[in-house]
């Protein structure tokens, strides 16, 4: 195998440049020295230490969190032709003990292991008797009490440095915000470390969201573009995840759901299937997503809201990773905000956990009724800054409108205060739209002066005001007494009249669509694939699952669709043109040039 950084990156991954700060952070390891990486999804983290893995002497150990992201990765550099395997709860005894004795015999460029594994006393111990390449820590952000995939064995991981003093270690993650990497460096004494920060930019996805107000019939619109296209339907509850995902395989779109309530083989063989067959739609919770490294990914849709900005991002993040172009679609609602702030007043955590996590739902809400760029509040949420229009989301390519809605926002507020602060926006709605009610008559609120001052406003237009006043924080909805509304610091400047409140329109539901017959459905249409193309791109993809099944892999660890894409452009007739292809290394080009081709000269 060759030696050059260079070399290995073109005659084995197939690629002939590395990107951005790539080279720089390979060179930091191969050299000795200990590197922090934060670089977006798909940005092409697994290189930055596969690499140096391979040019150093020794086995690189990798610490990953999920077993099906460690097969997939080994599954990946073996059709690549490198020498790596796992050791998880997977395999079988004797398997365990091969993979260990090819540890130390030195068989091994990479082995991937779980951090309860790793930190075993015996497995230690068996490390110390290896020579060792580097350590790799990925999904780092676990490390953080603040996060939201919080792992408490990878605070213990400090221990490498103890006992490896002079071994590189190179910590990686696609979502750290300032707070996140501190704990990062602190937690897993990375002080020495040199720090790479790329862009959290992810240009090829498309942000969209909107007011959820028939959440089956805007989920269909939005997938009836994309049937055929591999995709992820994030829904807050399991009974959610459930029944979309029943309701969406009677319409005719393959969907399985995923969340932690069903018994593990089946999460197990559900996840299976969405790595290794194409069009496949997931319904899930975020039980679903960490580690999954499937590049072709082509959308993923929110039916509500998350928990935080930091959480978002990973989860739109796994649109996109091939790079070709992807959406992150979201609806949410008023009642969102209550349940999100409900669920987290009912954990057990800490208050001022409890204080972060209600600061980061009021950042993520913000960004919901944003009327600006969106990409542009979604980087400065990570240190980071944007200059929109961005040409690439909702608020950019159809702008909102805007009304100055002062006046209604002084009345909403002071129905908020004079009602006591004790109940929810329907109930206030409710008096300032004059509604009366048994109830209201007891308590002596249609006397109040707020009583009916809203009537010139229908109840889906004050819906909104309260929506977008929490997320103004202008409003605050009080988890613990079931979601009733307060005022906050803020309000006083709108009441008093000295701040305007301008919000935005909310958008008219659009009548569905006519569906269009499945003749005119054209498979990877969202990735530019013309109609006249249609044909040879079906061969590609139909062989590529061929030999997919025929080796145990995933598709993409064959060709990536962006290989695929590259090929039914440039059209190869030989194995030197097929070669120049991006992604098509050494070791492919041997094992699967020749189908290829067939393929493509048989269609010309």
Not at 120 to 135: G, H, N, Y
Not at 188 to 200: E, I, N
Not at 290 to 303: Q, S, T
């Amino acid at each position: 195998m060759p030696s050059s950084p260079l070399d290995i990156l073109h005659s084995v991954f197939g690629y002939t440049q590395f990107r951005g700060q790539q080279q720089a952070i390979v060179e930091r390891l191969i050299e000795g020295g200990d590197a922090l990486v934060l670089m977006p999804t798909g940005g092409g983290k697994s290189l930055c230490y596969q690499i140096p893995a391979l040019v150093r002497q020794g086995t690189g150990i990798v610490v990953s969190p999920l077993i099906a992201l460690m097969q997939d990765q080994v599954d990946a550099l073996r059709e690549a032709g490198v020498s790596a395997a796992y050791l998880n709860s997977s395999l079988g005894a004797e398997d365990q003990r091969e993979v260990e004795r090819q540890l130390q015999a030195g068989e091994l460029n990479l082995l991937y292991v779980a951090p309860e594994r790793l930190l075993t006393p015996r497995f230690l111990s068996m490390l110390e008797r290896t020579e060792v390449a580097l350590f790799a820590i990925d999904e780092a952000h676990c490390v953080s009490q603040w996060g939201h995939d919080f792992r408490p064995e990878y605070r213990e991981l400090a221990v490498l440095h103890q006992r490896f003093p002079h071994v590189p270690r190179i910590a990686l993650t696609a979502t750290a915000d300032d707070r996140t990497r501190e704990e990062i460096v602190e937690r897993l004494a990375l002080q020495q470390a040199r720090q790479f920060v790329s862009s959290f930019d992810r240009p090829n996805i498309r942000y969209q969201v909107g007011l959820r107000h028939n959440a089956r019939r805007q989920l269909m619109e939005f997938l009836e573009r994309r049937r055929g296209d591999t995709g992820i339907v994030y829904a807050l509850s399991r009974r959610k995840v459930d029944e979309t995902a029943a309701w969406l395989a009677e319409a005719g779109i393959d969907a399985l759901p995923y969340h932690a309530g069903l018994d593990a083989a089946t999460r197990n063989a559900h996840q299976r299937r969405f790595l290794r067959e194409d069009g496949l739609v997931m319904v899930a919770t975020v039980a679903f997503g960490m580690g999954i490294d499937k590049p072709d990914v082509r959308f993923v849709a929110h039916l509500d809201l998350p928990r935080s900005m930091e959480g978002y991002y990973q989860e739109t993040g796994r649109a996109g990773r091939d790079g070709l172009p992807a959406d992150a679609w979201m609806i949410y609602g008023l009642s969102d905000v209550v349940t999100m702030s409900q669920m987290i007043a009912q954990s057990e955590s800490a208050d001022e956990r409890k204080r972060v996590e209600r600061l980061k739902l009021e950042s993520l809400l913000a960004y919901a009724e944003a009327t600006q760029c969106r990409r542009e509040l979604l980087l400065a949420a990570f240190g980071e800054t944007f200059q929109g229009p961005c040409g690439r989301c909702d608020n950019c390519i159809d702008p909102p409108k805007t009304w100055d809605a002062t006046v209604p926002a002084q009345k909403a507020l002071s129905a908020v205060y004079r009602s006591g602060q004790r109940f929810g926006s329907g109930y206030v709605i409710d008096i300032l739209r004059g509604e009366g009610s048994s109830r209201m008559t007891d308590l002596g609120h249609d006397r109040l002066s707020t009583y009916g001052i809203g009537a010139d406003m229908d109840e889906k237009q004050w819906r909104s005001v309260f929506r977008q006043l929490l997320a103004l924080g202008l409003l605050e909805a009080d988890a613990e007494g079931f979601g009733t509304l307060r005022l906050t610091k803020a309000s006083r400047d709108v009441l008093v009249g000295n701040q305007s409140v301008r919000l935005r329109e909310d958008a008219r539901p659009v009548r569905a669509a006519r569906k269009r017959r499945d003749s005119q459905l054209v498979t990877g249409g969202s990735l530019g694939v013309e109609a006249y193309e249609q044909p040879l791109w079906e061969e590609l993809r139909k062989l590529r699952i061929q030999l997919a099944r025929q080796h145990g892999v995933p598709p993409y660890v064959i060709f990536h669709d962006a290989t695929l894409l590259a090929m039914l452009r440039a059209l190869p007739s030989n194995e030197e043109e097929l070669a120049a292809i991006s992604g098509v290394g050494e070791a492919k080009l041997k094992r699967y040039g020749k189908d290829f081709l067939a393929v493509i000269n048989a269609h010309e």
